[in-house]
């Protein structure tokens, strides 16, 4: 048996799917306004589902939310709205589908101000990253996703609690949750895999 798929968490060994997402994408680091835009909206929708339930309807939910463009989110409308309730592909949830489209917009806002939505996500990555043993060590929140939450919530996102940002920062490498005997630890380039931040410079 192939010791890379006997060291994946439970959650990546669950299918194909899944273990593909884990070995070829969860926790390379995401720094594009589009591809963060894209990863904080699917994460909206996994709110109270399984992250698998989202990753089956992922090019879905790209077409619908135009390859997740943040200004042709932001310029959807209610009739838009109506559109994709109807759209069986998706997860038909008004208030997740509002929410991503306020996001897109609450995203704009941010440039007005002169960043943008990856380099604020980008600006909570630590100087140190848990090293887990055991799964069990991984929390689902901590103090940095908690605060990036209340961030993202008083610039007028929502759906974004803290550990959904939890979430978003282990699958765009924000943190390295990788067990420490996982081929993947360390991967990411941005964390060694003692832990310690690699190179901050370039982020």
Same mark, same amino acid.
């Given at each position: ?89 998706? &997860?038909?949830? /008004?208030?997740? @589908? ?8 609450? +995203? ?5 101000? *002169? ?22 060590? &991984?929390?689902? /929140?901590?103090? @940095? ?8 919530? +008083? ?5 974004? *609690? ?38 901050? +410079?370039?982020?």
């Amino acid at each position: 048996m192939n010791s890379t798929v006997t060291q994946l968490p439970s959650w990546a060994s669950s299918s194909p799917l899944m273990e593909n997402y884990y070995l070829t994408e969860w926790g390379v680091p995401v720094t594009d306004e589009t591809g963060v835009f894209e990863r904080v909206s699917l994460e909206v929708f996994q709110c109270g589902l399984s992250w698998s339930t989202i990753l089956a309807r992922r090019e879905a939910f790209r077409e619908v939310f135009h390859s997740f463009e943040v200004d042709r989110v932001a310029a959807m409308g209610e009739s838009d709205v109506e559109r994709l309730m109807g759209d069986r592909r998706i &997860i038909r949830n /008004r208030r997740k @589908i509002e929410a991503t489209i306020g996001n897109a917009r609450a +995203a704009q806002v941010l440039r007005e101000e *002169g960043t943008d939505l990856a380099t604020l996500i980008w600006s909570y990555v630590p100087e140190e990253t848990y090293a887990p043993q055991v799964q069990e060590e &991984i929390p689902s /929140r901590d103090e @940095i996703s908690t605060r990036m939450s209340k961030d993202l919530k +008083a610039r007028g996102f929502s759906f974004v *609690g803290p550990t959904t940002c939890f979430a978003l920062m282990e699958a765009i490498g924000v943190v390295d949750t990788h067990l420490v005997t996982s081929p993947r630890r360390g991967s990411s380039g941005v964390f060694g895999s003692d832990g310690r931040r690699a190179d901050a +410079a370039t982020l």
